[in-house]
DNA sequence: CACTGTGAATGCATTCACAGCG
DNA sequence: CGCTGTGAATGCATTCACAGTG
Protein backbone atom coordinates (compact mmCIF):
# COMPACT_ATOMS: atom_id res chain seq x y z
CA UNK A 1 0.00 0.00 0.00
CA UNK A 2 1.20 3.84 -0.53
CA UNK A 3 1.30 6.27 1.99
CA UNK A 4 2.03 5.07 5.60
CA UNK A 5 1.15 8.66 7.09
CA UNK A 6 -2.27 8.97 8.36
CA UNK A 7 -4.77 9.25 5.87
CA UNK A 8 -6.12 13.19 6.17
CA UNK A 9 -9.99 12.96 4.73
CA UNK A 10 -9.90 15.04 1.19
CA UNK A 11 -12.49 17.09 2.41
CA UNK A 12 -11.20 18.27 5.62
CA UNK A 13 -8.29 20.19 3.76
CA UNK A 14 -10.95 22.19 2.39
CA UNK A 15 -12.20 22.95 5.56
CA UNK A 16 -8.87 23.91 6.60
CA UNK A 17 -9.09 26.77 3.94
CA UNK A 18 -12.35 27.78 5.61
CA UNK A 19 -10.65 27.86 9.03
CA UNK A 20 -7.89 29.79 7.98
CA UNK A 21 -10.01 32.56 6.32
CA UNK A 22 -12.18 32.83 10.07
CA UNK A 23 -9.29 32.88 11.99
CA UNK A 24 -7.98 36.20 9.94
CA UNK A 25 -11.20 37.95 10.29
CA UNK A 26 -11.12 36.94 14.00
CA UNK A 27 -7.66 38.20 14.11
CA UNK A 28 -8.45 41.51 12.43
CA UNK A 29 -11.13 42.42 14.86
CA UNK A 30 -9.03 41.97 17.59
CA UNK A 31 -10.27 37.93 18.98
CA UNK A 32 -7.38 36.70 21.05
CA UNK A 33 -9.31 33.17 21.66
CA UNK A 34 -11.68 31.14 19.74
CA UNK A 35 -13.40 28.00 20.75
CA UNK A 36 -14.07 25.20 18.49
CA UNK A 37 -17.89 25.94 19.17
CA UNK A 38 -17.52 29.56 17.93
CA UNK A 39 -15.37 28.81 15.13
CA UNK A 40 -17.50 26.21 13.94
CA UNK A 41 -20.45 28.66 13.50
CA UNK A 42 -19.01 30.64 11.11
CA UNK A 43 -17.91 27.56 8.94
CA UNK A 44 -21.36 25.63 9.03
CA UNK A 45 -20.00 22.87 10.41
CA UNK A 46 -20.00 21.10 14.11
CA UNK A 47 -17.64 21.92 16.47
CA UNK A 48 -16.67 18.30 16.79
CA UNK A 49 -15.88 18.47 13.27
CA UNK A 50 -13.66 21.24 13.99
CA UNK A 51 -11.65 19.50 16.64
CA UNK A 52 -11.26 16.44 14.39
CA UNK A 53 -9.82 18.16 11.74
CA UNK A 54 -7.19 19.97 14.14
CA UNK A 55 -6.27 16.61 15.63
CA UNK A 56 -4.81 15.39 12.56
CA UNK A 57 -2.36 17.92 12.63
CA UNK A 58 -1.70 18.23 16.19
CA UNK A 59 -2.44 20.00 18.97
CA UNK A 60 -3.35 23.62 19.07
CA UNK A 61 -5.54 24.27 21.72
CA UNK A 62 -6.01 24.82 25.06
CA UNK A 63 -8.82 23.35 28.07
CA UNK A 64 -10.86 25.69 29.06
CA UNK A 65 -9.88 28.75 26.86
CA UNK A 66 -9.48 27.27 22.93
CA UNK A 67 -7.59 28.18 20.68
CA UNK A 68 -5.54 31.39 19.97
CA UNK A 69 -6.52 32.95 16.86
CA UNK A 70 -3.66 34.21 16.04
CA UNK A 71 -1.30 30.87 16.49
CA UNK A 72 -3.30 28.66 15.02
CA UNK A 73 -3.96 30.88 12.28
CA UNK A 74 -0.59 30.47 11.19
CA UNK A 75 -0.52 27.10 12.01
CA UNK A 76 -3.04 26.10 9.69
CA UNK A 77 -1.36 28.27 7.06
CA UNK A 78 1.76 26.63 6.88
CA UNK A 79 -0.24 22.82 7.17
CA UNK A 80 -1.75 23.85 4.09
CA UNK A 81 1.36 24.95 2.78
CA UNK A 82 0.82 29.24 2.26
CA UNK A 83 3.22 30.32 4.75
CA UNK A 84 5.83 31.78 3.47
CA UNK A 85 5.97 30.05 0.05
CA UNK A 86 5.10 31.05 -3.37
CA UNK A 87 3.43 29.03 -5.56
CA UNK A 88 4.12 29.89 -9.28
CA UNK A 89 0.56 29.55 -11.39
CA UNK A 90 0.37 29.79 -14.93
CA UNK A 91 -3.56 30.74 -16.96
CA UNK A 92 -4.26 29.11 -20.37
CA UNK A 93 -6.91 31.02 -22.02
CA UNK A 94 -7.39 34.57 -21.35
CA UNK A 95 -11.27 35.34 -21.77
CA UNK A 96 -13.41 36.41 -19.35
CA UNK A 97 -12.99 33.31 -16.84
CA UNK A 98 -9.20 33.73 -17.20
CA UNK A 99 -9.60 37.41 -16.49
CA UNK A 100 -11.29 37.07 -13.08
CA UNK A 101 -8.88 34.46 -12.54
CA UNK A 102 -6.13 36.79 -13.05
CA UNK A 103 -8.01 39.60 -10.84
CA UNK A 104 -9.04 38.00 -8.50
CA UNK A 105 -7.02 38.90 -5.57
CA UNK A 106 -7.13 36.28 -2.79
CA UNK A 107 -4.50 34.45 -4.77
CA UNK A 108 -1.60 36.78 -4.69
CA UNK A 109 -2.54 37.13 -0.73
CA UNK A 110 -2.15 33.24 -0.08
CA UNK A 111 1.04 33.04 -2.05
CA UNK A 112 -0.35 31.74 -5.38
CA UNK A 113 1.69 34.27 -7.70
CA UNK A 114 0.10 34.31 -11.50
CA UNK A 115 3.77 34.42 -13.65
CA UNK A 116 2.30 34.01 -16.79
CA UNK A 117 -0.64 33.84 -19.12
CA UNK A 118 -0.98 32.59 -22.24
CA UNK A 119 -3.97 31.94 -25.36
CA UNK A 120 -3.97 31.32 -28.74
CA UNK A 121 -5.44 33.90 -30.32
CA UNK A 122 -3.05 36.13 -32.32
CA UNK A 123 -4.79 39.12 -30.96
CA UNK A 124 -4.63 38.87 -27.25
CA UNK A 125 -0.86 37.95 -27.27
CA UNK A 126 0.69 40.43 -26.24
CA UNK A 127 -1.88 42.19 -24.66
CA UNK A 128 -1.27 43.27 -20.88
CA UNK A 129 -3.97 41.86 -18.43
CA UNK A 130 -3.55 42.48 -14.78
CA UNK A 131 0.23 43.37 -15.43
CA UNK A 132 0.81 41.05 -17.13
CA UNK A 133 1.59 40.06 -20.27
CA UNK A 134 -0.42 37.65 -22.58
CA UNK A 135 2.52 34.90 -24.20
CA UNK A 136 1.43 32.76 -27.25
CA UNK A 137 0.13 28.94 -26.36
CA UNK A 138 2.78 27.35 -28.68
CA UNK A 139 5.00 28.45 -26.52
CA UNK A 140 3.52 26.97 -23.20
CA UNK A 141 6.13 24.15 -22.38
CA UNK A 142 9.22 26.53 -23.02
CA UNK A 143 7.67 28.75 -20.88
CA UNK A 144 6.36 26.55 -17.78
CA UNK A 145 9.99 25.20 -17.67
CA UNK A 146 11.70 28.58 -17.77
CA UNK A 147 9.19 29.82 -15.45
CA UNK A 148 9.37 26.72 -13.02
CA UNK A 149 6.09 26.66 -12.82
CA UNK A 150 3.81 24.45 -10.33
CA UNK A 151 0.42 25.10 -11.04
CA UNK A 152 -1.10 25.08 -14.20
CA UNK A 153 -4.78 26.46 -14.95
CA UNK A 154 -6.97 25.57 -17.65
CA UNK A 155 -9.50 28.31 -18.17
CA UNK A 156 -9.69 27.56 -22.78
CA UNK A 157 -12.50 26.18 -24.63
CA UNK A 158 -13.02 22.42 -23.84
CA UNK A 159 -12.43 21.46 -27.26
CA UNK A 160 -9.00 21.93 -26.77
CA UNK A 161 -8.78 21.99 -22.56
CA UNK A 162 -6.80 18.17 -23.16
CA UNK A 163 -3.69 19.92 -25.36
CA UNK A 164 -3.70 22.73 -23.44
CA UNK A 165 -2.99 20.41 -20.16
CA UNK A 166 -0.58 17.88 -21.98
CA UNK A 167 1.34 20.90 -22.92
CA UNK A 168 1.72 22.15 -18.77
CA UNK A 169 1.96 18.80 -17.26
CA UNK A 170 5.03 18.13 -20.86
CA UNK A 171 6.46 21.63 -19.07
CA UNK A 172 6.53 19.91 -15.82
CA UNK A 173 3.84 21.39 -13.49
CA UNK A 174 2.77 19.34 -10.62
CA UNK A 175 -0.95 20.48 -10.45
CA UNK A 176 -3.64 21.43 -12.64
CA UNK A 177 -7.05 23.27 -11.95
CA UNK A 178 -9.49 22.65 -14.89
CA UNK A 179 -12.39 24.46 -15.37
CA UNK A 180 -12.86 23.40 -18.97
CA UNK A 181 -16.72 21.03 -18.58
CA UNK A 182 -14.63 17.81 -19.61
CA UNK A 183 -12.62 15.40 -17.65
CA UNK A 184 -9.04 15.50 -19.04
CA UNK A 185 -6.10 13.24 -18.52
CA UNK A 186 -2.92 13.29 -16.26
CA UNK A 187 -0.42 10.78 -14.87
CA UNK A 188 -0.67 9.96 -11.79
CA UNK A 189 2.04 12.40 -10.67
CA UNK A 190 0.48 15.44 -11.21
CA UNK A 191 -2.52 16.70 -8.76
CA UNK A 192 -5.84 17.16 -11.04
CA UNK A 193 -8.41 19.49 -9.53
CA UNK A 194 -11.92 20.22 -11.87
CA UNK A 195 -13.80 22.98 -11.40
CA UNK A 196 -17.10 22.67 -13.42
CA UNK A 197 -20.09 25.12 -13.59
CA UNK A 198 -22.58 23.96 -15.27
CA UNK A 199 -22.18 20.76 -12.78
CA UNK A 200 -23.23 23.25 -10.03
CA UNK A 201 -26.31 24.24 -11.59
CA UNK A 202 -27.36 20.64 -12.86
CA UNK A 203 -27.10 19.49 -9.64
CA UNK A 204 -29.16 22.45 -7.75
CA UNK A 205 -31.35 21.44 -10.83
CA UNK A 206 -31.88 18.45 -9.44
CA UNK A 207 -33.14 19.31 -5.71
CA UNK A 208 -35.08 22.19 -7.07
CA UNK A 209 -37.03 19.80 -8.83
CA UNK A 210 -38.05 17.46 -6.39
CA UNK A 211 -37.71 18.92 -2.70
CA UNK A 212 -40.79 21.39 -3.03
CA UNK A 213 -40.21 21.50 0.81
CA UNK A 214 -36.96 22.19 2.83
CA UNK A 215 -33.99 21.71 1.15
CA UNK A 216 -30.64 20.76 3.00
CA UNK A 217 -27.58 22.67 2.94
CA UNK A 218 -25.56 21.48 0.36
CA UNK A 219 -22.50 20.28 1.31
CA UNK A 220 -19.60 22.25 -1.30
CA UNK A 221 -16.37 23.31 0.35
CA UNK A 222 -16.43 27.48 -0.09
CA UNK B 1 -40.15 -2.18 -5.77
CA UNK B 2 -38.71 -1.73 -2.74
CA UNK B 3 -37.98 1.31 0.00
CA UNK B 4 -39.61 4.01 -2.27
CA UNK B 5 -37.91 6.99 -1.96
CA UNK B 6 -33.90 6.00 -0.54
CA UNK B 7 -31.57 8.37 0.07
CA UNK B 8 -29.54 9.43 -2.54
CA UNK B 9 -25.28 9.94 -2.27
CA UNK B 10 -25.14 13.99 -2.51
CA UNK B 11 -21.75 13.23 -5.06
CA UNK B 12 -23.86 11.05 -7.25
CA UNK B 13 -25.70 13.57 -8.44
CA UNK B 14 -23.15 15.19 -9.59
CA UNK B 15 -22.10 12.22 -11.72
CA UNK B 16 -25.27 12.11 -12.94
CA UNK B 17 -23.93 15.33 -15.23
CA UNK B 18 -21.40 14.13 -16.05
CA UNK B 19 -23.19 11.06 -17.37
CA UNK B 20 -24.85 12.98 -19.48
CA UNK B 21 -22.04 14.45 -20.50
CA UNK B 22 -20.46 12.22 -22.00
CA UNK B 23 -23.42 9.98 -22.93
CA UNK B 24 -24.62 12.78 -25.33
CA UNK B 25 -20.59 12.89 -26.78
CA UNK B 26 -20.96 8.71 -27.20
CA UNK B 27 -24.60 9.78 -29.19
CA UNK B 28 -23.08 12.37 -31.33
CA UNK B 29 -20.12 9.64 -32.33
CA UNK B 30 -23.30 7.10 -33.43
CA UNK B 31 -22.78 4.44 -30.31
CA UNK B 32 -25.84 3.25 -29.85
CA UNK B 33 -25.13 1.44 -26.82
CA UNK B 34 -22.65 1.80 -23.94
CA UNK B 35 -21.35 -0.78 -20.79
CA UNK B 36 -20.91 0.25 -17.35
CA UNK B 37 -17.26 -0.34 -17.19
CA UNK B 38 -16.85 2.15 -20.89
CA UNK B 39 -18.78 4.74 -19.52
CA UNK B 40 -16.84 4.59 -16.34
CA UNK B 41 -13.63 4.78 -17.76
CA UNK B 42 -14.79 7.85 -19.63
CA UNK B 43 -16.08 9.58 -16.18
CA UNK B 44 -12.89 8.43 -14.35
CA UNK B 45 -15.00 6.03 -11.51
CA UNK B 46 -15.63 2.43 -10.83
CA UNK B 47 -17.98 0.39 -13.11
CA UNK B 48 -19.62 -0.35 -10.12
CA UNK B 49 -20.10 2.94 -9.11
CA UNK B 50 -21.83 3.80 -12.42
CA UNK B 51 -23.96 0.97 -11.85
CA UNK B 52 -25.08 1.53 -8.53
CA UNK B 53 -25.69 5.50 -8.59
CA UNK B 54 -28.14 4.82 -11.77
CA UNK B 55 -29.97 2.31 -9.82
CA UNK B 56 -30.87 4.53 -7.57
CA UNK B 57 -33.67 6.07 -9.70
CA UNK B 58 -34.42 2.55 -11.80
CA UNK B 59 -33.72 0.05 -14.17
CA UNK B 60 -31.96 1.19 -17.17
CA UNK B 61 -29.63 -1.76 -18.72
CA UNK B 62 -29.93 -4.56 -20.71
CA UNK B 63 -28.36 -7.69 -19.69
CA UNK B 64 -25.05 -8.65 -21.61
CA UNK B 65 -26.05 -5.24 -24.14
CA UNK B 66 -25.50 -2.44 -21.94
CA UNK B 67 -27.04 0.71 -21.58
CA UNK B 68 -28.91 2.41 -24.68
CA UNK B 69 -27.17 5.88 -25.09
CA UNK B 70 -29.70 7.40 -26.17
CA UNK B 71 -32.32 6.28 -23.85
CA UNK B 72 -30.40 6.88 -20.53
CA UNK B 73 -29.14 10.22 -21.44
CA UNK B 74 -32.59 11.81 -22.10
CA UNK B 75 -33.46 9.27 -18.68
CA UNK B 76 -31.05 11.03 -17.08
CA UNK B 77 -31.87 14.41 -18.21
CA UNK B 78 -35.15 13.96 -16.67
CA UNK B 79 -34.09 13.19 -13.49
CA UNK B 80 -31.48 16.10 -13.05
CA UNK B 81 -34.42 18.64 -14.00
CA UNK B 82 -32.74 19.22 -17.43
CA UNK B 83 -35.23 18.07 -20.14
CA UNK B 84 -37.85 19.92 -21.19
CA UNK B 85 -38.02 22.86 -18.21
CA UNK B 86 -36.14 25.93 -18.32
CA UNK B 87 -34.65 27.45 -15.14
CA UNK B 88 -34.55 31.14 -14.86
CA UNK B 89 -31.47 32.28 -13.79
CA UNK B 90 -30.42 35.81 -12.35
CA UNK B 91 -26.86 37.20 -11.84
CA UNK B 92 -25.27 39.91 -9.97
CA UNK B 93 -22.19 41.21 -10.03
CA UNK B 94 -20.56 41.52 -14.15
CA UNK B 95 -17.59 42.04 -13.02
CA UNK B 96 -14.79 39.85 -15.34
CA UNK B 97 -16.61 36.54 -13.49
CA UNK B 98 -20.27 37.08 -14.35
CA UNK B 99 -19.52 38.16 -17.49
CA UNK B 100 -17.91 34.86 -18.09
CA UNK B 101 -21.08 33.26 -16.64
CA UNK B 102 -23.57 35.00 -18.80
CA UNK B 103 -20.77 34.09 -21.88
CA UNK B 104 -20.90 30.59 -20.79
CA UNK B 105 -23.35 28.44 -23.58
CA UNK B 106 -23.70 25.61 -21.40
CA UNK B 107 -26.13 26.87 -19.37
CA UNK B 108 -28.46 27.65 -22.03
CA UNK B 109 -28.13 24.12 -23.76
CA UNK B 110 -28.85 22.48 -20.22
CA UNK B 111 -31.78 24.69 -19.96
CA UNK B 112 -30.82 27.35 -17.84
CA UNK B 113 -31.73 31.14 -18.82
CA UNK B 114 -30.28 33.91 -17.50
CA UNK B 115 -33.33 36.64 -17.42
CA UNK B 116 -31.54 39.41 -15.47
CA UNK B 117 -27.74 40.68 -14.39
CA UNK B 118 -27.73 43.83 -11.75
CA UNK B 119 -24.83 45.73 -10.83
CA UNK B 120 -24.09 47.88 -8.02
CA UNK B 121 -21.80 49.99 -10.14
CA UNK B 122 -23.84 53.27 -11.95
CA UNK B 123 -21.26 53.00 -14.84
CA UNK B 124 -22.42 49.36 -15.78
CA UNK B 125 -26.17 49.27 -15.11
CA UNK B 126 -28.02 49.82 -18.80
CA UNK B 127 -25.00 48.23 -20.45
CA UNK B 128 -26.06 45.15 -22.90
CA UNK B 129 -23.58 42.25 -21.91
CA UNK B 130 -24.06 39.00 -23.79
CA UNK B 131 -27.28 40.60 -25.29
CA UNK B 132 -28.77 41.26 -21.26
CA UNK B 133 -28.96 44.73 -20.36
CA UNK B 134 -28.20 45.21 -16.27
CA UNK B 135 -29.75 46.98 -14.24
CA UNK B 136 -29.33 48.40 -10.83
CA UNK B 137 -29.41 45.97 -7.72
CA UNK B 138 -31.19 48.34 -5.70
CA UNK B 139 -34.55 46.89 -7.83
CA UNK B 140 -32.61 43.46 -7.20
CA UNK B 141 -35.71 42.06 -4.87
CA UNK B 142 -39.10 43.54 -7.41
CA UNK B 143 -36.88 41.96 -10.52
CA UNK B 144 -36.30 38.33 -8.85
CA UNK B 145 -39.94 38.03 -8.16
CA UNK B 146 -40.99 40.07 -11.66
CA UNK B 147 -39.40 37.40 -13.35
CA UNK B 148 -40.04 34.80 -11.32
CA UNK B 149 -36.53 33.47 -10.96
CA UNK B 150 -35.52 30.53 -9.74
CA UNK B 151 -31.80 30.84 -9.15
CA UNK B 152 -29.26 33.62 -7.53
CA UNK B 153 -25.73 33.93 -8.84
CA UNK B 154 -23.39 36.00 -6.53
CA UNK B 155 -20.55 37.42 -8.85
CA UNK B 156 -19.88 40.55 -6.26
CA UNK B 157 -17.53 40.96 -3.73
CA UNK B 158 -17.09 39.38 -0.75
CA UNK B 159 -18.01 42.41 1.61
CA UNK B 160 -21.82 42.42 0.07
CA UNK B 161 -22.31 38.91 -0.85
CA UNK B 162 -24.55 38.42 2.01
CA UNK B 163 -26.62 41.16 1.25
CA UNK B 164 -26.90 40.20 -2.23
CA UNK B 165 -28.16 36.92 -0.97
CA UNK B 166 -30.68 38.42 1.02
CA UNK B 167 -32.44 40.30 -1.57
CA UNK B 168 -32.09 37.07 -3.96
CA UNK B 169 -34.13 34.99 -1.10
CA UNK B 170 -36.52 37.83 -0.31
CA UNK B 171 -37.54 38.11 -3.97
CA UNK B 172 -37.93 34.13 -4.00
CA UNK B 173 -35.00 32.24 -5.75
CA UNK B 174 -35.18 28.41 -4.22
CA UNK B 175 -31.42 28.56 -4.88
CA UNK B 176 -28.08 30.61 -4.79
CA UNK B 177 -24.83 29.75 -6.28
CA UNK B 178 -22.04 31.73 -4.65
CA UNK B 179 -19.06 32.52 -5.84
CA UNK B 180 -17.88 35.52 -3.37
CA UNK B 181 -15.17 33.79 -0.84
CA UNK B 182 -17.63 34.17 2.57
CA UNK B 183 -20.32 31.50 4.21
CA UNK B 184 -23.45 33.05 3.83
CA UNK B 185 -26.64 32.62 5.66
CA UNK B 186 -29.91 31.45 3.54
CA UNK B 187 -33.00 29.84 5.44
CA UNK B 188 -33.12 26.05 5.01
CA UNK B 189 -35.76 26.45 2.27
CA UNK B 190 -33.15 27.42 0.27
CA UNK B 191 -30.40 25.89 -1.69
CA UNK B 192 -27.32 26.94 -1.64
CA UNK B 193 -23.48 26.03 -3.04
CA UNK B 194 -20.06 27.69 -2.93
CA UNK B 195 -18.07 27.75 -5.26
CA UNK B 196 -14.64 28.71 -3.89
CA UNK B 197 -11.12 29.86 -6.67
CA UNK B 198 -9.34 30.18 -3.88
CA UNK B 199 -9.71 26.33 -1.60
CA UNK B 200 -9.29 25.05 -5.17
CA UNK B 201 -5.78 26.30 -4.86
CA UNK B 202 -5.10 26.11 -1.34
CA UNK B 203 -5.92 22.52 -1.18
CA UNK B 204 -3.74 21.66 -3.85
CA UNK B 205 -0.82 23.44 -2.06
CA UNK B 206 -1.40 21.00 0.65
CA UNK B 207 -0.80 17.98 -1.41
CA UNK B 208 1.75 19.83 -3.54
CA UNK B 209 3.52 20.83 0.27
CA UNK B 210 3.79 17.13 1.12
CA UNK B 211 3.33 14.41 -1.65
CA UNK B 212 6.59 14.94 -3.36
CA UNK B 213 5.76 11.29 -4.76
CA UNK B 214 3.06 10.30 -6.49
CA UNK B 215 -0.56 12.03 -6.15
CA UNK B 216 -3.82 10.35 -6.27
CA UNK B 217 -6.42 12.12 -8.65
CA UNK B 218 -8.24 14.53 -6.81
CA UNK B 219 -11.93 13.49 -5.99
CA UNK B 220 -13.71 17.04 -7.45
CA UNK B 221 -16.93 16.68 -9.59
CA UNK B 222 -16.36 18.20 -12.99
C1' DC C 1 -15.69 25.18 35.44
C1' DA C 2 -15.33 25.41 30.01
C1' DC C 3 -13.06 23.59 26.96
C1' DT C 4 -9.95 20.23 24.22
C1' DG C 5 -8.64 15.82 22.22
C1' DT C 6 -9.92 11.28 21.09
C1' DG C 7 -11.60 6.27 21.42
C1' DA C 8 -15.92 4.22 20.20
C1' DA C 9 -20.22 4.36 17.75
C1' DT C 10 -22.71 5.69 14.05
C1' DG C 11 -23.85 6.94 9.48
C1' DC C 12 -22.56 7.40 4.41
C1' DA C 13 -20.41 6.04 0.17
C1' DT C 14 -17.96 2.71 -2.45
C1' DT C 15 -16.58 -1.71 -3.76
C1' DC C 16 -17.12 -6.72 -3.89
C1' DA C 17 -19.10 -10.52 -5.68
C1' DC C 18 -22.49 -13.07 -7.66
C1' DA C 19 -27.35 -14.48 -8.93
C1' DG C 20 -30.01 -13.83 -12.87
C1' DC C 21 -31.15 -12.32 -17.38
C1' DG C 22 -30.93 -11.67 -22.55
C1' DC D 1 -21.24 -16.11 -22.57
C1' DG D 2 -21.27 -10.57 -21.13
C1' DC D 3 -23.36 -7.55 -18.53
C1' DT D 4 -26.76 -5.60 -15.20
C1' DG D 5 -28.63 -4.85 -10.61
C1' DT D 6 -28.08 -5.39 -5.83
C1' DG D 7 -27.39 -7.62 -1.08
C1' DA D 8 -23.39 -7.85 1.82
C1' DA D 9 -18.88 -6.27 3.08
C1' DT D 10 -15.76 -2.84 3.40
C1' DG D 11 -13.83 1.60 3.90
C1' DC D 12 -14.38 6.71 4.98
C1' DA D 13 -16.18 10.63 7.43
C1' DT D 14 -18.79 12.48 11.09
C1' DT D 15 -20.74 12.61 15.49
C1' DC D 16 -21.09 11.09 20.31
C1' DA D 17 -19.63 11.24 24.70
C1' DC D 18 -16.52 11.76 28.19
C1' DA D 19 -11.91 11.49 30.53
C1' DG D 20 -8.52 14.87 31.13
C1' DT D 21 -6.64 19.56 31.65
C1' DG D 22 -5.38 24.59 32.51
Same mark, same amino acid.
Given at each position: ?????? &?? +???? !???????????T??G?R? $? /?Y???R????? $????? %???R????Y???F??? @????????L? *??? /??????? @?? *??? =?G?? @??G??????????G???? /??E?? !?????? +?????? !?? &??? *??A???R??E???? &???????? %?????V??? $???R? =????????V????A??E =? +???????? $??? %??E???L?????? *????????????
Amino acid at each position: MRGARR &QI +PDVC !VERLSLYVRELTRLGQRG $V /GYVSSRRLAEH $VHVSD %AQVRRDLSYFGQFGTS @GRGYEVRRLQ *TAL /GQILGIG @GR *TWY =VGLA @GVGNLGSALLAYRGFRER /GFEFR !VAVDSN +PDKVGK !VV &QGL *TVASSDRLVEIVRS &QQLHIGII %AVPTDVAQH $VCDRF =VEGGVRAVVNFAPARLE =V +PATVRLRN $VDL %AIELEALAFYLGR *TRGLARQNGKAA
